[in-house]
């Protein structure tokens, strides 16, 4: 069974400051592999996908994640936080031939000004 | 743009009433999911569908029933709705075929209180 860990609930950046999530997983074959972000009463908006290939990804909103296949993790980063950035961000990993995604619990991001 | 469109964000409802929550996308997609979300547990999976007619148990199927009678359409039903089912519900869609496949497009959430 496919799972996620994100081991950090509530993260506080500095504006201005980078940023890096953590995302673990643990799958056994090649994992489909997504960042979500949520505003404050909203759905879940994607972030970035890693499918295949180039193991670092680019995103929306200057986000990007590195795949790690040695350490199973899917970190996300951002070298410059904006309050704006404030949210909670999920991790999410599928399949191929897997229709459903598995979820994190999610980490919030504090922005301080 | 992309929408997946859930028919009510808020809801407050009396325990043992019956509760219809819709969502409708226009993406054409052929999977179509609930999933709940609670702090500090993330989102869960209650059930999704690959087709008309066609649905899956998720993770935590116990106490909700699903229909889809159109492609475009997933309603999640609580046949009698307890307070431990209040939370946010989230409908998402996606394709099944295609380098998009697996990528969810999410709704707005419906948030649900059982009194």
């Known amino acids: 069974a496919q799972s996620v860990t994100q081991p950090d609930i509530h993260i506080t950046v500095s504006e201005g400051a980078s940023l890096e999530l953590r995302c673990n997983y643990s799958?056994?074959?090649?994992?489909?592999l997504f960042w979500y972000v949520q505003s404050p009463g909203q759905g879940l908006q994607l972030l970035l996908k890693?499918?295949?290939?180039?193991?670092l990804v680019q995103g929306i909103k200057g986000f990007e994640a590195e795949f790690k296949r040695s350490q199973s993790s899917f970190n996300l980063r951002k070298p410059s936080v904006h309050w704006s950035d404030a949210a909670e961000y999920f991790c999410?990993?599928?399949?191929?031939?897997?229709?459903?995604?598995?979820f994190g619990k999610g980490t919030m991001l504090l922005v301080s000004p | 743009d992309v929408k997946v469109t859930q028919s009510s964000r808020y809801l407050v409802k009396r325990t043992g009433e019956k509760v219809f929550l819709e969502c409708v996308q226009d993406?054409?997609?052929?999977?179509m999911f609930w999933y709940r979300q609670d702090p500090g547990l993330g989102l869960r999976l209650i059930y999704f569908?690959?087709?008309?007619?066609?649905?899956e148990k998720g993770d935590i199927p116990e106490g909700y029933s699903v229909s889809r009678e159109k492609k475009e359409r997933f309603s999640l039903i609580l046949e009698s709705a307890s307070t431990n089912q209040t939370s946010m519900y989230l409908c998402?869609?996606?394709?099944?075929?295609?380098?998009?496949?697996?990528?969810?497009?999410f709704g707005e959430g419906s948030r649900l209180t059982v009194l």
């Open positions: 998402a869609s996606s394709f099944f075929f295609g380098t998009s496949a697996g990528e969810l497009f």
């Open positions: 799958y056994g074959a090649t994992p489909y």
């Open positions: 890693y499918f295949s290939g180039d193991t």
């Open positions: 999410a990993v599928g399949a191929a031939g897997y229709s459903t995604l598995t």
């Open positions: 993406m054409d997609h052929e999977n």
């Open positions: 569908s690959y087709d008309v007619k066609m649905k």
